[in-house]
């Protein structure tokens, strides 16, 4: 399983509020039936395919424009295991575990 994290940032929106544009990524996301978890500060991507990842991104990179950003900053992380198979839920879970 792979899994990235993406963080989009609009810039030249006019604004401070940025929600519009980034509801537009994750309909992108969507758009592209793609596993995802949206969190305060970025969203966590899974799949078992690097190229479709990269595909969903450029789409909710391509989306922010669209609505109108004159310019978007996008960050990604990934992460690719090749010895066993975690999904963003198994390694959240690995370290709650840990915790108690």
């Known amino acids: 399983m792979i899994t990235a994290e993406l963080t989009i940032i ?4 006019h604004g401070t509020s940025l929600s519009e544009y ?7 996301l969507d758009s592209n ?3 995802y978890e949206l969190t305060g500060m970025g969203t966590l991507i899974e799949s078992d395919n690097l190229d479709k990842i ?3 991104i450029n ?3 391509e989306a922010v424009f669209d609505v109108g950003a004159e310019r978007v900053a996008t ?3 990934i992460d690719e295991r090749r010895d ?7 390694k ?3 370290v709650t575990q840990k915790l108690s």
Not at 22 to 28: E, F, P, Q, R, T
Not at 84 to 90: A, L, P
């Open 92 to 94: 959240i879970t690995s």
């Open 59 to 61: 789409a909710a990179h």
């Open 84 to 90: 066993v198979n975690k999904t963003i839920k198994d």
């Open 54 to 56: 990269f595909v969903a």
């Open 75 to 77: 960050s990604i992380k």
């Open 22 to 28: 980034i509801a537009a990524a994750v309909k992108a």
């Open 33 to 35: 039936d793609i596993k």
């Open 10 to 13: 609009p810039i030249g929106t």
